[in-house]
């Protein structure tokens, strides 16, 4: 029974959150494997960002040095352009200045060639090319770790790329600490481990289940690194007692649950309908489906699996706000990575909504409708209930 998220959230989450959305998400009809259903839901968010006032200044810098570093050729400068990375996450530093700025956009993009190369890479080779895929991961590390020199290897974007991971780990080491690099490094081993998974996973065609899916989603989106980048950008560093409160993992587990499943509903039109041999496999909406096909559940899973990843993602949302408030409650200090973290999220789901990457399969886009609350206004059932 839906109460309403005040009586569900504590007032120290309510003063994290004092206004909020909640975003109905409307990608029309879909079929999945016999199943037709209207994929429409609402996810609880932080409202609309403004831009940064220098975009267009941060996408000049970002196009010039995508081709400098060797990640984009000039012919193909449009379809750089078409994935609008000037707009993800630069809104969250709105004050900082566009040569700081552009540092986001450009690791946008190399995380982007990353994924999609190894998705391709492996998609011809199969099995025959995960070692090649391994060695060429460890040499991405190697990069970040300090290597100036690693092995010359045959594989798509690997020049440019390992270019890029040079000029990126410079970049970020002038605005971050050791420590914030570590756990940068960190991060972004996590998620070439991700890739990595999901590719091999997906290649053996077999359903993933809820609990595979939802782990390797919390490294293979690139989330946790992200966070780190942009915190350092704007000058936030977590101190040692609030990263030993026992709720800082689950906060952080919280985030990067949202960006992957928020990723998940939105591509998954595309990705079924244009029979991507990933996009079968590699989504939470067809875990949640796998599960409901073992469960022998009644009814139209795919209208089932579809609510349920929406309520997934407005749990995973509610134990943000509250684990957030109950660190902040004892450090005040965590309010403002907590309130970066919210906002990035916010930003994650806008630029996914917008680009073609995931939109140009539907005629009409996308559709959406916002709604502007106060946490008293809104209705979400608690977490735990029912969800079928």
């Given at each position: 029974?839906?109460?309403t998220l005040a009586?569900?959230?504590d007032?120290?989450?309510?003063?994290?959150l004092?206004?909020?959305s909640m975003?109905?998400?409307?990608?029309?009809?879909?079929?999945f494997?016999?199943?037709?259903?209207?994929l429409?839901?609402q996810?609880?968010?932080?409202?609309?960002?403004?831009?940064?006032?220098?975009?267009?200044?941060?996408q000049?810098?970002?196009?010039?040095?995508?081709?400098d570093v060797g990640?984009?050729?000039?012919?193909?400068?449009?379809?750089?352009?078409?994935l609008?990375?000037?707009t993800?996450?630069t809104?969250c530093?709105p004050?900082?200045?566009?040569?700081?700025a552009?540092?986001?956009?450009?690791y946008?993009?190399m995380?982007?060639?990353?994924?999609?190369t190894?998705?391709?890479?492996?998609?011809?080779?199969?099995?025959?090319?995960?070692?090649?895929?391994q060695?060429?991961?460890?040499?991405?590390?190697?990069?970040l770790?300090?290597?100036?020199?690693?092995?010359?290897?045959?594989?798509?974007q690997?020049?440019?790329?390992?270019?890029?991971?040079?000029?990126?780990?410079?970049r970020?080491?002038?605005?971050?600490?050791p420590?914030?690099?570590?756990?940068?490094?960190?991060?972004?081993?996590?998620?070439?481990r991700?890739?990595?998974?999901?590719?091999?996973?997906?290649?053996?065609?077999?359903?993933?289940?809820?609990?595979?899916?939802?782990s390797?989603?919390?490294?293979?989106v690139?989330?946790?690194?992200t966070?780190?980048?942009?915190?350092?950008?704007?000058?936030?560093?977590?101190?040692?007692?609030?990263?030993?409160?026992?709720?800082?993992?689950?906060?952080?587990?919280?985030i990067d649950?949202?960006?992957?499943?928020?990723?998940?509903?939105?591509?998954?039109k595309?990705?079924?309908?244009?029979?991507?041999?990933?996009?079968?496999y590699?989504n939470?909406?067809?875990?949640?489906?796998?599960?409901?096909?073992?469960?022998n559940?009644p009814?139209?899973?795919l209208?089932i699996?579809f609510?349920?990843?929406?309520q997934f993602h407005?749990?995973?949302?509610?134990?943000?706000?509250?684990?957030?408030?109950?660190?902040?409650?004892d450090?005040?200090e965590?309010?403002?990575f907590?309130e970066?973290?919210?906002?990035?999220h916010?930003?994650?789901?806008d630029?996914?909504?917008?680009?073609d990457?995931?939109?140009d399969?539907i005629?009409?886009?996308?559709k959406?409708n916002?709604?502007?609350?106060?946490?008293?206004?809104?209705?979400?059932p608690?977490?735990?209930?029912?969800?079928?």
């Open positions: 029974m839906a109460e009586a569900a959230v007032s120290q989450s309510r003063d994290c004092p206004t909020c975003v109905e998400i409307d990608l029309g009809s879909a079929n494997l016999d199943y037709q259903s209207d429409k839901g996810v609880l968010c932080l409202p609309k960002l403004a831009p940064h006032a220098k975009e267009e200044e941060i000049a810098r970002h196009e010039q040095w995508a081709m990640l984009w050729r000039r012919e193909n400068l449009a379809s750089l352009e078409a609008q990375f000037s993800l996450w809104d530093v004050e900082c200045k566009p040569e700081v552009a540092l986001i956009p450009d946008c993009v995380i982007t060639i990353v994924d999609d190894a998705e391709r890479f492996f998609g011809q080779r199969r099995v025959a090319g995960f070692d090649l895929l060695k060429v991961f460890a040499n991405y590390r190697a990069v770790e300090g290597s100036d020199d690693v092995p010359e290897i045959d594989y798509p690997y020049r440019g790329t390992c270019a890029a991971l040079v000029d990126l780990r410079e970020t080491r002038a605005v971050t600490t420590t914030q690099y570590e756990q940068f490094v960190s991060g972004m081993c996590g998620y070439f991700g890739v990595l998974q999901q590719v091999y996973l997906s290649s053996k065609r077999l359903p993933l289940s809820r609990e595979t899916q939802i390797n989603r919390e490294i293979n690139g989330f946790r690194p966070v780190v980048l942009v915190a350092s950008v704007l000058g936030i560093e977590l101190s040692p007692r609030v990263q030993a409160h026992p709720l800082f993992d689950r906060v952080l587990r919280a649950r949202l960006g992957g499943v928020i990723n998940d509903i939105i591509s998954f595309k990705e079924v309908e244009a029979n991507a041999w990933m996009g079968q590699h939470l909406i067809a875990a949640e489906f796998n599960e409901l096909v073992r469960e559940s009814g139209n899973r209208e699996a609510r349920r990843v929406f407005n749990n995973e949302m509610y134990d943000f706000l509250r684990c957030g408030a109950l660190i902040i409650e450090h005040p965590f309010r403002e907590h970066l973290c919210t906002s990035m916010r930003s994650w789901m630029w996914c909504l917008t680009v990457r995931y939109s399969s005629p009409d886009g996308i959406t916002e709604v502007v609350h106060s946490l008293e206004g809104m209705h979400l608690r977490p735990g209930s029912a969800t079928t």
